[in-house]
């Protein structure tokens, strides 16, 4: 700090700059700069992936063993309407991460390679004086269909890639290896976690020595954890032991809108083989257990939050990339807006801000995440971001909110395939969807039907209903020119045509 900049300080300070040295001051100046800088919140924002609402303990779900995660919500703001704007990985991540919808991404289906010409999270971060930190899967980066242990694609290097995350980086682009796992630091060595060391618990022991390292420096940090599980492969070598051994014995039948025959609308990943039937129940146990594991580690987060001494201080986000149908609707995976899928936790704890047991019915979408966090932080959200500021709905406060939520699906998981694309608005009591390939529409009262079992799209009591709806999808799209385009046109459109994307619906 030069004598200047440290004459302004004293004077806020309350020292009059004629009686007292700056030599001799240097120290004071220097508190109140850290002073200064600790009005900052810390942010720890944590997500699962594949795990969706209704697989947690505090959304009424009784087979799940997810105490700390159930703390979490009663000790912050439960958005319980919270929805993945597109339901699978790198889309949501996109958006997360920029705020805008995947038309506007161009992150259309997995495995593209993010534009890194938009203003992101962590540039917000890092240009408001942030220590950063990036621990686990990364998703934006590959630009092909597998060889995901290929360095080319598991490396991300520095620079404008890591979309303004430029400090603390130990991640990979994209795998579902949970025992013999790996990162990347700002070389393309592999960093492995060693034999028998479990991925979730490896990543927390590493965002533990992050906390307790940068809750004693002078910047405040924003550390982004990014958790595999409770996303397949559910082998009980993908798990470990003694969260398997919670659920072996468990029962956990289909539930009530199983169906024994394919979604005809479902793409390669959302399909379910016979033998994939026999292993719906197995599956689950798995991924109950790894849902316990993850629920463990978060403890150990909160811990090493409150033993720093910096709960006051700090935002704990919770969420999740999006859910998993294990049968529901006739489907497997993600990328659909049934309950499922789409319905994902969101949890925001800040004991200096946020009041205990908050809870808000408001329709959240990921393009809302990044703006209603910042919003929080009282930080500058950028004009071109799409979502909403929804932060005051954390604190408690009455104000303008979103009537529903917008979700999109450009095309197939992971490949360049046409027929699956969807469109669809989630409000506080309604989802409506509807399919390009040939209009089909679906209409689900969510409230008196909670498994979505019942279509009203062609009920006459909710001909009006339809009709809102379909005017609000069009104002919508035509807000984002989206033409609800096949999804072959974004490939040849929106990318290079070697999965690395040009740019979106905007520019």
């Known amino acids: 700090m030069n004598q200047a900049t440290r004459r302004e300080f004293m004077k806020k300070a309350g020292f009059a700059a004629a009686a007292v040295s700056i030599t001799g001051c240097r120290g004071i100046a220097d508190a109140v700069v850290r002073d200064n800088k600790r009005h900052k919140p810390n942010l720890v924002y944590i997500f699962a992936d594949q795990l969706g609402y209704k697989h947690c303990g505090y959304s009424g779900n009784e087979k799940a063993h997810t105490p700390n995660i159930d703390r979490l919500a009663s000790e912050g703001a439960d958005f319980f309407n919270a929805v993945s704007t597109m339901p699978v990985c790198s889309a949501h991540r996109a958006s997360l991460f920029t705020g805008k919808y995947p038309t506007t991404t161009g992150m259309v289906i997995n495995e593209l390679r993010m534009n890194p010409n938009h203003r992101c999270f962590g540039h ?199 859910g998993e149908m294990f049968g529901a609707q006739g489907r497997r995976a993600k990328n659909i807006f049934y309950e499922e899928a789409a319905r994902v936790p969101f949890i925001i704890r800040w004991p200096a801000k946020i009041a205990a047991g908050t809870k808000s019915d408001v329709c959240l979408g990921t393009v809302d995440v990044m703006p209603t966090v910042v919003g929080l932080m009282n930080l500058e959200i950028p004009k071109e971001v799409e979502g909403i500021d929804l932060s005051g709905c954390a604190k408690g406060e009455k104000g303008d909110a979103p009537e529903f939520a917008f979700l999109q699906n450009t095309g197939a998981c992971a490949v360049f395939e046409d027929g699956h694309e969807w469109r669809a608005l989630r409000d506080k009591l309604f989802t409506y969807a509807k399919y390009r390939i040939d209009g089909f529409e679906l209409l689900f009262d969510n409230k008196n039907d909670p498994y979505q079992m019942n279509n009203l799209s062609k009920n006459p009591e909710f001909k009006d209903n339809i009709e809102k709806y379909r005017k609000i999808l069009a104002e919508k799209m035509s807000e984002l020119n989206d033409n609800f385009e096949k999804c072959t046109w974004y490939r040849d459109n929106f990318t290079d045509g070697n999965r690395i994307i040009l740019h979106g619906a905007k520019g």
């Open 124 to 322: 917000i971060l890092t240009d408001s004086g942030y220590e950063t930190g990036y621990i686990g899967k990364w998703h934006l980066y590959a630009n092909q269909l597998g060889k995901h242990h290929d360095a080319k694609n598991s490396f991300v290097p520095p620079g404008p890639d890591r979309l303004g995350f430029d400090g603390y980086w130990a991640a990979y682009n994209f795998n579902h290896v949970y025992y013999g796992a790996y990162y990347h630091r700002d070389t393309a060595e592999k960093v492995y976690y060693g034999e028998g060391v479990y991925e979730t618990d490896g990543q927390t022991d590493l965002a533990v020595d992050f906390i307790n390292k940068n809750s004693k420096g002078e910047k405040p940090f924003a550390l982004f954890l990014s958790w595999g599980p409770p996303h397949d492969p559910w082998n009980e070598d993908n798990v470990p032991k003694q969260n398997y051994e919670m659920f072996k014995d468990v029962s956990l039948p289909n539930p009530p809108n199983y169906k024994d025959k394919n979604d005809k609308y479902a793409d390669g990943w959302g399909r379910l083989s016979k033998e994939g039937r026999r292993k719906l129940e197995e599956w689950r146990r798995i991924y109950y257990a790894q849902t316990a594991s993850v629920d463990a580690n978060l403890e150990r987060i909160l811990k090493a939050i409150k033993n720093a001494g910096i709960e006051e201080d700090t935002i704990v986000v919770f969420s999740s990339d999006h």
